[in-house]
């Protein structure tokens, strides 16, 4: 007897591996394989016997003839049958990891759903399309072209679409037309590439059932979580398929990933799917949005790759689970010294060192960058236009009824496709096939109306398609008639003007240098970093967030942008989609300043028209700057004339080409005169349209027609003959027109452009920067209304990178003594799971308002036990901010100027002389231009001293360099490109100057809005305010164990709230 409880004492616990042999690789040729390196740690301990049972026993034998095991491992995978190992788990009854009933679920996207749901745990919003046949018709599924709508539930662009069925990973992302449209389709690797952009499909599929469900955006980067029962968690990142679909693989060819910390609610997740899908260990897609965290996909058995650390984290997990169920006797400590000899690989450093300023030995070494904070302008455009008629026919009379509501006082806007078609149509019909001669005053008319008409249709036509980022219509009535219908009368009217804005398109050229601009960026404004900014970003410790406004170009610069600076590749559009959120009340319009630039403006005028010398009455010679007007040309008045002159003499040849144009078109009576311009295709390109080029055509979309009435309308609007008046207003949009001709259409060869070039830049450099006040003061005034809300941003940008800065600090300090900073203690006011917590969790905290989009994020942070990089801590804020040149000019006149505002006198400009001097040559703040503010933490200094941060400041002028440059040997090959390279940054502040935070901000603060305006942040579930505290480890199992490496780490905190990111 004795003999016989020794033997059971002695039996080692036998582990069933009863998977298809595929998914169990050992031996030293596989040793990356996870179930290998699990299996072999788990013999290691002496305690268990591995019995792999392998394909010709799952597949051909019956369950009778199966070994019999303690516990056993077993998961769905292709080919595998489910139900024998359910009948063999049911005959054997051992111990399960992952129980196999539930596993069904897993191949029902709908069940998984439902499940997660009856648990509180958050998933995106969403809605089933049931079909019982395909291409079936279903009353309660609506189509439009930017939502779908099933059973009264919207989805507007982007949504998600995604087949019931768990095994079919073809998910398709539907793009709004006004980022362009389109289709991403994310897929499993194949390759390097695991999605694919179709910019022509725009209509969802219809030949299965599917789930549709809001779009999170969630900054380029997916989270995948992996569970090893109930109490441990491990998070990794990776670079979003959403965003370009390429995978990051590392020299091994191994795809790129990074251990993430999980804050309490996601941890209480990870436990909950364990549970709810009894599933011991489980994989499962995290997507992080706005603060809340959702579950998108449950996938089932999942192992992390290629992490030795996990793998013995692991091992100690499903060591403690077995002897838990099979022999509870034994104790489930870890010994002091794991029983197996792993030689960890070290991993290359990427080159995270750290390197002060960039100015050596001015301020140390002990410097680290906290914070980039970057103002930039859009790249290079088409000139704007906007055309303007009075209509009077009924069909397009109807078209504005038809869109407004039937209010025949109404106006009505037209941007999407379905507007613009139905516009089109209708001016299709209304065009005149001939051109009668010039015979009479009503004839005269007749014909300009016709040939605006023309024009509208031109517009519309670009392309093929519509997107109403780049055209917008606008039909306001002017008069109406009453009618009588039936025993009542009704209002109809009569005349309406019509507007249609269109151009102001990024081109080619535009992307090419945002792009650039972007890879600059990453290169040279993180120091010390390089190529290692994407690690810093695909680690969490890169806190980027992009701004921009609602102008399609300003947008698309963003996206370009985005895509240089982190190394992307693909379409603009879902680049856009993910990473760049619209603020137009902080970056469009003129706010309240439009009265006192009107009054700049009729000082301006007369400046330039009255022909008076340039009085230096508010300066003196060594603060030019100071006078009224500076700038402005000596020879103003002079000028005007010939600037009159020259216009006219360029419109003219263009009439000629669009005379000729016309010809064809009416002989044709087809628009395939001119070769097709894809709009969507064209935000895909960086190079110039060679087709067009070589067949003698306008560059881009712009044909003779339309390059022929933009000339026009600048030539009858800069000169009125009739009453002798110049507007000065006009000469921006001359220089506009005649830089862009100069830049993209120099092989039309159209004479004396350049001479108008030269006439027109020499005028512009004195209205320009003029027309945003007269001088100093009146910049100043102007400049804090328009750009009150954005400095009052990035004051909140500076004090937030303070906040955390101090946060890390103190964790820092506590932490000497523990072996990791990162190990933080739980949030005490995590909240447990309750009935109706998924009633409002999982409804995505989206605003439908762009404008109203503020900051609601956590900022999450690098697992530095398990990330083998080499400052854990450090952690950067990025905000880019993108916007027009109104913006640009007016936080550059509030820098330059802020000191003489009243409040601040005796005090110096943030802007040195020298710097001051160089920004009034410059002029013009060109496409591209941009300020950074750069914030530093000296880590030698107190905490309480206000030089322990530091701020720089630099500005580009963008690409400023004229067309015509000859000495320029890059200017000139970038020319055969039709684009201008962009300036480097310029400092702002002498080199030895130190310029702290504290002042920065006392400096500034008069003019920005304050940050009690800004709409208040939402608290996300679970969180409140910041967190500074240390704690201790989570223990698994008994709190008196000796287990050291199998903890609940993965999931430990380090957070800072950011109210306004």
């Known amino acids: 007897m004795a003999r016989s409880e020794k033997d059971d004492v002695d039996r080692k616990i036998s582990v069933g591996v009863c998977v298809m042999e595929k998914k169990v690789k050992c031996g030293p040729e596989v040793f990356s394989a996870p179930m290998g390196q699990i299996l072999e740690r788990l013999q290691a301990f002496g305690e268990f016997e591995i019995i792999h049972f392998g394909d010709k026993v799952i597949l051909e034998e019956p369950v009778e003839r199966w070994p019999i095991c303690d516990c056993l491992i077993a998961f769905h995978s292709s080919g ?52 019982e046949k395909p291409y079936q018709d ?65 209509r969802v599929r219809r030949e299965s059932s599917y789930i549709y469900e809001e779009f999170m955006p969630t900054g380029g980067t997916d989270v995948k979580v992996y569970t090893v029962g109930p109490e441990y968690a491990h998070a990794e990142a990776r670079k979003s398929p959403v965003v370009d679909g390429v995978v990051m693989r590392n020299p091994d060819g191994k795809e790129v990933r990074y251990p993430v910390l999980l804050t309490p609610n996601e941890k209480q997740m990870a436990r909950e799917v364990c549970i709810a899908f009894r599933q011991g260990v489980c994989g499962f897609d995290l997507l992080r949005c706005e603060g809340r965290s959702y579950v998108c996909d449950v996938n089932g058995w999942s192992f992390v790759k290629n992490s030795y650390k996990y793998y013995d984290d692991a091992a100690c997990v499903l060591r403690k689970m077995f002897l838990d169920a099979k022999a509870p006797h034994l104790s489930t400590a870890i010994p002091p010294i794991l029983p197996w000899k792993v030689n960890e690989p070290a991993q290359p450093s990427e080159g995270l060192t750290r390197q002060g300023s960039g100015i050596i030995g001015s301020f140390g070494q002990a410097e680290e960058l906290r914070c980039v904070i970057a103002i930039v302008r859009h790249g290079d455009r088409t000139p704007k236009q906007k055309v303007k008629l009075k209509v009077t026919e009924e069909k397009l009379l109807n078209i504005m009824l038809k869109y407004n509501g039937g209010r025949p006082r109404s106006e009505t806007k037209l941007k999407s496709a379905v507007q613009l078609q139905d516009l089109l149509d209708a001016t299709r019909i209304l065009v005149p096939h001939t051109r009668p001669g010039l015979e009479s005053d009503s004839e005269a008319e007749y014909i300009e109306h016709a040939e605006k008409l023309r024009q509208v249709k031109a517009v519309l036509e670009e392309g093929g398609h519509f997107s109403g980022i780049y055209r917008k219509v606008q039909l306001k009535p002017l008069k109406w008639i009453k009618v009588s219908k039936g025993d009542t009368e009704e209002e109809r009217p009569i005349e309406a003007l019509m507007v249609l804005k269109y151009g102001g398109v990024l081109t080619h050229a535009g ?29 969490y410790r890169h806190d980027l967030k992009i701004y921009s406004s609602d102008e399609g170009r300003v947008q698309m610069s963003a ?36 009265t006192k ?16 010398k340039l009085v230096q009455t508010n300066g003196s010679s060594k603060k030019p700057w100071m006078i009224d007007g500076a700038g402005i040309p000596p020879n103003a008045s002079e000028l005007l004339p010939k600037l009159v002159k020259l216009t006219k003499k360029v419109t003219e040849q263009v009439r000629l080409l669009a005379k000729d144009e016309d010809e064809k078109l009416t002989e044709t009576t087809s628009y395939d005169v001119i070769p097709p311009y894809d709009q969507a295709k064209a935000l895909g390109k960086t190079n110039i349209d060679v087709d067009r080029i070589a067949a003698g055509l306008p560059c881009g979309s712009e044909g003779f027609l339309l390059m022929y009435a933009r000339w026009r309308k600048l030539e009858r609007d800069l000169y009125n003959e009739r009453k002798e008046r110049y507007d000065i207003t006009q000469i921006p949009d001359v ?46 005034k102007i400049g804090s209304k328009i750009a009150r809300r954005l400095l009052g941003k990035i004051l909140i ?20 003594d523990t072996s990791s900073i990162a190990v933080v203690k739980e949030h005490n006011n995590h909240r447990q799971k309750n009935a109706s917590k998924n009633d409002e969790s999982r409804k995505s905290e989206k605003s439908k308002d762009p404008d109203d989009d503020e900051d609601k994020e956590i900022k999450y942070r690098l697992d530095p036990k398990y990330a083998n990089v080499r400052t854990p ?6 905000r880019l901010y993108f916007t027009s040149e109104s913006h640009i000019h007016s936080l550059m006149n509030v820098l330059r100027y802020c000191n003489l505002d009243g409040s601040l006198k005796g005090e110096a400009s943030l802007v040195c002389d020298s710097a001051l001097e160089r920004l009034l040559k410059t002029k013009e703040l060109d496409y591209m231009s941009y300020i950074v503010l750069r914030m530093f933490e000296n880590t030698e200094v107190n905490l309480e001293d206000p030089k322990r941060y530091r701020i720089e400041m630099t500005f580009s002028r963008g690409a400023d360099l004229s067309p015509l440059e000859q000495n320029d040997l890059e200017a000139s090959s970038l020319h055969q490109e039709h684009t201008l390279p962009i300036m480097g940054p310029e400092r702002l502040q002498e080199v030895t100057s130190y310029l702290t935070l504290e002042k920065m901000e006392k400096m500034i603060r008069p003019f920005a809005m304050p940050a009690e305006d800004f709409p208040p942040p939402t608290i996300p579930q679970g969180f409140s305010g910041y967190f500074k505290s240390t704690g201790v480890l989570e223990r698994l199992g008994d709190r008196n164990c000796s287990m050291v490496h199998a903890t609940t780490s993965h999931s430990f905190l380090s957070v800072t709230r950011d109210s306004f990111v």
């Open 80 to 131: 595998y049958p489910l139900e024998k190992a359910e009948a063999y788990a049911a005959l054997r009854k051992p111990f399960l990891v992952n129980e196999l009933e539930q596993q069904h679920l897993l191949h029902d996207r709908r069940k998984v759903y439902e499940c997660l749901e009856s648990y509180g745990i958050p998933v995106p919003r969403y809605a089933l399309v049931n079909r």
């Open 138 to 202: 279903l009353d309660f599924f609506i189509e439009e072209e930017d939502f779908v709508e099933v059973h009264g539930q919207r989805f507007g662009k982007p949504f998600v679409e995604k087949p019931i069925h768990g095994d079919d990973h073809r998910i398709m992302i539907y793009y709004p037309s006004a980022a362009g449209g389109g289709m991403k389709e994310l897929f499993r690797k194949v390759g390097n590439r695991s999605s694919e952009f179709h910019p022509e499909v725009r």
């Open 511 to 539: 992307r090419k240098q945002a792009e650039e601009l972007g890879r600059y960026f990453r290169n040279n404004m993180y120091p010390g970093e390089g190529t290692g900014l994407l690690r810093l970003h695909s680690t």
């Open 559 to 594: 996206a370009a942008f985005a895509k240089g600076l982190l190394d992307l590749e693909g379409q603009l559009t879902p680049i856009l989609v993910s990473l760049v959120s619209k603020d137009s009340s902080m970056l469009d319009g003129l706010d309240n300043a439009s």
């Open 597 to 612: 630039m009107e009054e700049a403006k009729a000082r301006l005028r007369e400046l330039i028209t009255s022909g008076a």
């Open 735 to 780: 220089y506009d027109s005649c830089k862009y001709d100069l830049l993209h259409n120099a092989h039309l060869n159209i004479e004396g452009l350049d001479e108008l070039f030269k006439v027109a830049q020499l005028l512009a450099d004195g209205v320009i920067p003029n027309e945003y006040g007269i001088n100093p003061k009146q910049k100043l």
């Open 797 to 816: 940008d500076l004090r937030n990178t303070r906040e955390e800065a101090i946060n890390v600090a103190d964790l820092k300090s506590q932490c000497q």
């Open 873 to 878: 801590e450090r952690h950067v804020r990025t």
